[in-house]
């Protein structure tokens, strides 16, 4: 089972759409979770840390459910700037190396 | 705004030869971490590295790759024998501590 999935898309939205992504992860004793937007041939970059009680930036809101062992990002009022692949990110704290996992990305497209 | 610095940010090499790619990671960092995406695919991690010393590392990370940290800023990572396969984007990444990776903005290496 992967460590951490996400359905890959793309999600094909029109501008000034809500949209939602998921990402699951395997492992319990992860604990520190963020969500990071890749531009095409582009490195990673953070978008959100995700906090337990959930935490919002502007238009975008991250939430954390351990029981189910998911996280969530919503976007609202979608941008054409918005259009990336949206990568989730997981790990734990005990690890000496503090090495995140990456899901495979979900690709998002916001159409004029 | 600190960031992370890589070179080269594109090399083309022949199979079977050695490659270094290089990286200054943020300054005030302790953990350290190569990262590689193969076209198309997920972030994969590659290794950590630690107090001097690689602390974690993944079943793609096999004797043909090595980490050094010759002196007190860059931190490199050398394949010595490289397969058609190794191509992709190699990503140096640090962290302060449990809060996010920043990453560098890759070295694309080719093999041919």
């Known amino acids: 089972r992967k460590e951490v999935e996400q359905d890959p898309g793309p999600f094909n939205v029109p501008e000034g759409a809500t949209v939602a992504f998921n990402c699951t992860y395997s492992n319990s004793a992860s604990q520190s979770f963020f969500w990071y937007r890749q531009d095409c041939r582009k490195e990673p970059k953070l978008l959100m840390s995700?906090?337990?009680s959930g935490n919002e930036d502007g238009r975008f809101t991250a939430q954390l459910n351990r029981a189910s062992q998911y996280i969530s990002l919503l976007i609202r009022d979608s941008k054409l700037s918005d259009s990336a692949t949206y990568l989730c990110a997981g790990g734990p704290y005990n690890n000496a190396g503090n090495m995140l996992t990456f899901g495979g990305g979900t690709r998002l497209m916001v159409k004029p | 705004e600190p960031e992370v610095t890589q070179t080269p940010s594109h090399q083309v090499t022949q199979m079977g030869q050695e490659v270094i790619l290089r990286c200054v990671p943020i300054?005030?960092?302790?953990?350290f971490y190569w990262y590689r995406q193969i076209l198309g695919q997920k972030v994969e991690f590659l290794v950590s590295f630690y107090n001097n010393e690689i602390s974690e590392k993944s079943e793609i990370f096999d004797d043909q790759f090595s980490v050094e940290r010759p002196d007190g800023s860059n931190f490199t990572l050398k394949i010595r024998s490289t397969k058609l396969e190794d191509s992709a984007m190699y990503f140096c990444a640090s962290r302060p501590g449990y809060g996010e990776l920043f990453f560098g903005e890759g070295s694309r290496l080719t093999v041919l």
């Open positions: 300054s005030n960092h302790l953990y």
């Open positions: 995700v906090y337990s």
